[in-house]
């Protein structure tokens, strides 16, 4: 329990502080914000009271204050390409790409880890020399492109898989049938080539490693077999391993911006695209808070996780 207030602890400043950089960041950035909804020969008077309506005719201590009230109640603002609530918006998108990245996170830890565990438990073999040349592959490919190879394989030539959208209506809801999950098996399986190649090289070097050491040659000798020698490199790796995935969850949560814009998967990347082009304040302001604060929530569930199978952790 301790720990865990301390933990919590640690994460509470630093979602402050990435509250602060994620707000200022967006206001320096140069262009004005309204020029989406104004028409191009406004008048002054219109234009300030655009100005006052969201807000941007007060100093930004005091507009950065407002939007941390609202925001602790919930309320983002309201989206100027839009006029919709944008928490509404936010997470309405954070659900599709919580999904995708999920799923991607999944395939990448069980295909990572089993390269992993093959590359590791038979080095300077030639599976040891397969396996990591598909994890450098993993992390070395441009993923967009990638996407867009697989797009041109499955879709326009197999025939097989949907190229792009949520759903085969186009209203982007989502429903768990056969016909929706299709439109996710292309995004997933893009993603995941990233989580594979970086589990895989970190589960090659943790299983290299613990076999090399002294415990392992003391259970060998006490007639254990190797069914029961993976289940201690197992364990011993599981700590490592399992912050590896939830960091990677944590990036494809905020980093999927490419993909899910070749799929036009309809998530926060696609979100934030859109924002960014229409110069959307509040939207692009409310985007970043929520997936900076899933990435530190997601840290804070790997830490305390961790305890739970390195108890060492804890006591350190």
């Known amino acids: 329990?301790?720990?865990?207030?301390?933990?919590?602890?640690?994460?509470?400043?630093?979602?402050?502080?990435?509250s602060f950089l994620c707000f200022m960041l967006v206001h320096i950035a140069p262009g004005d914000p309204l020029v989406s909804i104004l028409p191009a020969d406004a008048s002054v008077d219109l234009q300030q009271q655009m100005m006052k309506l969201y807000g941007f005719d007060r100093p930004w201590p005091v507009q950065f204050a407002q939007w941390?009230?609202?925001?602790?109640?919930?309320?983002?603002?309201?989206?100027?390409a839009t006029a919709r609530p944008?928490?509404?918006?936010?997470?309405?998108?954070?659900?599709?790409?919580?999904?995708?990245?999920?799923?991607?996170?999944l395939i990448g830890f069980a295909f990572g880890s089993l390269f992993g565990f093959v590359a590791g438990y038979f080095r300077n073999s030639w599976m040891d020399r397969a396996a990591s040349f598909i994890?450098?592959?993993?992390v070395s490919l441009p993923h967009y492109w990638l996407g867009m190879v697989l797009v041109i394989i499955f879709s326009a030539k197999l025939m097989w898989l949907p190229a792009t959208g949520a759903g085969p209506d186009g209203s982007g809801l989502w429903k768990w049938d056969v016909e929706h999950v299709k439109y996710l098996i292309l995004p997933a399986v893009t993603m995941s080539f990233i989580p594979m190649g970086i589990v895989a090289?970190?589960?090659?070097?943790l299983v290299a490693d613990i076999l090399s050491q002294e415990f392992v040659i003391g259970l060998r000798a006490r007639g254990l077999g190797d069914f029961g020698v993976f289940r201690h490199v197992v364990k011993n790796c599981a700590p490592t391993a399992l912050a590896v995935m939830g960091l990677q969850l944590g990036y494809l949560l905020g980093g999927s911006i490419l993909i899910e814009t070749v799929f036009s998967w309809p998530g926060t990347g696609f979100l934030l695209n859109q924002a960014i082009f229409q110069r959307d304040l509040p939207l692009l302001q409310g985007t970043i808070l929520v997936l900076a604060l899933f990435f530190v929530?997601?840290?804070?569930?790997?830490?305390?996780?961790?305890?739970?199978?390195d108890p060492r952790i804890e006591r350190a």
């Open 68 to 80: 941390i009230w609202r925001a602790l109640h919930g309320d983002l603002g309201t989206s100027i």
């Open 135 to 138: 994890s450098v592959i993993g």
């Open 86 to 105: 944008v928490t509404q918006e936010v997470f309405k998108a954070v659900g599709n790409t919580f999904m995708l990245a999920a799923l991607a996170t």
């Open 201 to 205: 090289r970190t589960v090659r070097a």
């Open 1 to 18: 329990m301790i720990y865990l207030l301390r933990r919590i602890g640690y994460a509470l400043p630093i979602m402050l502080g990435v």
């Open 297 to 309: 929530g997601l840290n804070l569930i790997v830490d305390v996780l961790q305890t739970l199978f």
